[in-house]
């Protein structure tokens, strides 16, 4: 359980995810803040539970290497992230509540191409009810560290004010650009290896 969520905590990186949340929820209310969080952790937990229960089988069906999925993933990331370094973002935020909690941050965002495969692999790896529930508490405990650091990244939110939003905004852009470049890179890499 403590590998799972370790892993996942790293990949899903709940702290890192503040300063994006704060930039897509920015100019919304509270009460719309809090919505959205909850509505990404939800769409990021049944994202990895598909996952991690017919994956592979999708995968396989659809004839769609893991290096292709992280390479998807990492281009959709790069859109959000010129948006954000851009100053775009105002497009996004406009859009209806239930579009910036489905897409990007319940998923590619949380339940990205890394997240999705470690829960593959960790499935894969499971012999017993006693390591498949340890599968599923170190998701399970992840979402909830996902959810208390959007929920309570809203004080966070009334201290820095609109000037530090923008900055915050333009920082995450750029870390969410490199992250996205990464995802590309290492689905290149993989494909050069001959895993695509």
């Not at 281009?75 to 948006?83: K, N, S, W």
């Not at 852009?173 to 290149?188: E, F, N, Y």
């Amino acid at each position: 359980m403590v590998e799972v969520f370790v892993t996942l905590f790293v990949i899903m990186d709940p702290v890192g995810t503040v300063p994006i949340f704060l930039s897509l929820t920015a100019g919304r209310s509270a009460a719309s803040a809090r919505k959205a969080a909850w509505q990404a952790v939800a769409v990021s937990f049944l994202v990895i539970t598909i996952f991690a229960f017919f994956g592979q089988q999708i995968l396989t069906n659809l004839h769609i290497s893991l290096p292709a999925l992280q390479c998807a993933g990492g281009l959709l990331l790069l859109l959000v992230a010129l948006e954000l370094l851009t100053g775009n973002e105002k497009e996004m935020t406009a859009q209806a509540d239930a579009n910036v909690a489905l897409v990007p941050l319940g998923t590619p965002l949380l339940a990205g191409p890394g997240a999705i495969v470690a829960t593959m692999l960790f499935v894969k790896d499971i012999d017993s009810w006693g390591s498949g529930l340890a599968v599923a508490v170190g998701i399970v405990a992840v979402h909830i560290a996902l959810w208390l650091a959007m929920r309570y990244s809203l004080p966070i939110l009334r201290l820095i004010r609109e000037g530090g939003v923008l900055l915050v905004t333009r920082i995450a852009g750029l870390l969410l650009s490199a992250i996205a470049v990464q995802l590309v890179a290492d689905a290149v890499r993989a494909f050069i290896a001959g895993q695509g």
